[in-house]
């Protein structure tokens, strides 16, 4: 006995019941359907409406908002003149460049065209021009030589011309007497007296030649250290017949001692060459000189004149009665101005006095007192 087969549903009765399934769905839950859907609608009303109000509410939107259009306004002004830059340092320059040559162009082939056209002077011609220049200038050196000559002769005149008249103004005894004796009787022929007329013009110029020997004597002793420029200065200042040279030969005079009194002309470490001053003796230092020696060698004016400064140095600790009067010597008589000074300070330092430096006539009266 078979089982029966189960009962078959055709396509049609399918559909059928799906339709009737969807009819009912539709019918039973129309208000559960509008329910969800006004729950979601809600739903999304309510978040739009916080997004809303939170960008409502928020202090940093409308800051951020200013920032953001400022930033990018001065972005844009930054790239405006960064372009600009660029335009006109990399891109005008070869424009320039490049546009150059072609105006440049046309005067150039047109001096080339001018040179290739004139005719090329020859090595003949480059010769002869500078042979010619050569002999103009040889002619012309020898025109400068032989007016530099005579434009010396003329100095050398003038110049001797000029000692001759200040030498009769000096000695009124070098002026030619006249030859005829001078009377009173009318009618009796005289002769001017020969004397020489000199303009205040030249008088000038012979006081302004004068006072420039002057400096050059005070010049000679600060840069020697030699007395016989400083005692010429001293015939100066003391000649009678030169009474408007007297201030002038005074003040080349203080220039020159105030020079010497401050100049240091010796080596700060300079010491005696025993060997060589004191050959045949034991002699080995400074300390074994006797002072008799030492006043011997500061006597001696053909040694060196830093080795006469140093035994002035070297005398202010002699007890010999005679070293006073030899550093006094030395300080009128010596030729060498550093050692008259050195022996000034030496003797000061032993009598403790002070004195004008180079004050020989104050120095001669202490030693007179001295002496009695």
């Not at 078959?8 to 559960?32: G, H, I, K, N, Y």
């Not at 729950?39 to 920032?67: F, Q, W």
């Not at 001293?234 to 005074?250: G, K, M, N, S, W």
Request: aromatic fraction near 4%; include cysteine.
């Amino acid at each position: 006995m078979s089982d029966p087969l189960p009962p078959t549903s055709s396509p049609d009765t399918d559909a059928e019941d799906e339709a009737e399934a969807a009819l009912v769905f539709a019918r039973c839950s129309p208000a559960q359907a509008d329910a969800k859907s006004g729950a979601t609608h809600a739903k999304a009303k309510s978040s739009t409406s916080g997004l809303e109000d939170n960008l409502r509410g928020s202090p940093l939107t409308s800051r951020y908002l200013v920032i953001s259009l400022s930033t990018s306004i001065l972005i844009g002004v930054l790239l405006l003149l960064v372009g600009r830059w660029f335009y006109l340092e990399k891109i005008e320059p070869r424009l320039s460049l490049s546009a150059s040559p072609a105006t440049t162009a046309a005067p150039a082939a047109a001096s080339a065209s001018s040179a290739s056209s004139a005719p090329a002077p020859s090595d003949a011609a480059i010769r002869e021009e500078l042979a010619k220049s050569a002999e103009q200038i040889a002619a012309l050196e020898k025109q400068v030589n032989v007016m530099r000559r005579e434009q010396l002769l003329m100095q050398q005149k003038t110049r001797e011309s000029l000692e001759n008249i200040s030498a009769t103004l000096k000695i009124p005894e070098l002026v030619p007497a006249p030859e005829a004796s001078v009377t009173d009787q009318p009618g009796t022929p005289r002769m001017a007296d020969m004397k020489p007329q000199v303009t205040p013009t030249q008088q000038e110029f012979l006081q302004l030649k004068e006072r420039n020997r002057l400096t050059q004597y005070a010049d000679e002793a600060i840069a020697t250290g030699e007395r016989r420029p400083l005692g010429i200065l001293v015939e100066y200042i003391r000649d009678p017949q030169l009474p408007h040279l007297h201030d002038a030969a005074q003040a080349e005079f203080m220039r020159a001692v105030r020079a010497i009194q401050i100049l240091q002309r010796e080596a700060p470490g300079y010491r005696l060459p025993v060997a060589e001053l004191f050959k045949d003796s034991n002699i080995r230092s400074e300390a074994d000189i006797k002072p008799e020696a030492l006043l011997k060698l500061l006597a001696d004016y053909k040694t060196s004149w830093e080795v006469r400064v140093r035994v002035c140095f070297l005398l202010i600790g002699s007890p010999l009665p005679e070293t006073n009067a030899q550093l006094i010597k030395s300080i009128k008589e010596d030729p060498s101005l550093d050692v008259a000074k050195h022996a000034q300070l030496a003797l000061e330092q032993r009598i403790k006095i002070r004195f004008r430096i180079f004050d020989t006539i104050a120095i001669d009266e202490w030693f007179k007192t001295q002496g009695k």
